[in-house]
């Protein structure tokens, strides 16, 4: 994770705070996103991340174009469950 600024953007976006998360394992491993911080993840957290209408669910407004949010913030990982 790493926090990111836009100087040109939607209104609608303005007070959130946007990250760039890198995912890893499965499938999509190594590919980047830019996501919607509304949990306070730091620079380098492993975070849980919701897409579509979950994601803009976590920001209680539908009309906000976001596609991305953080969920949650990884503790510690099991290899093997």
Request: contains cysteine.
């Amino acid at each position: 994770m790493d926090t990111i600024w836009a100087t040109r953007k939607s209104e609608k976006l303005n007070g959130l705070k946007l990250m760039l998360a890198e995912v890893t394992g499965g499938s999509r491993e190594g590919e980047r996103m830019i996501v919607c911080d509304v949990i306070g993840a730091g620079i380098g957290d492993r975070v849980i991340i919701a897409t579509g209408s979950a994601a803009r669910r976590m920001l209680e407004d539908d009309t906000v174009p976001v596609d991305a949010a953080v969920v949650g913030i990884i503790d510690e990982s099991c290899e093997s469950v």
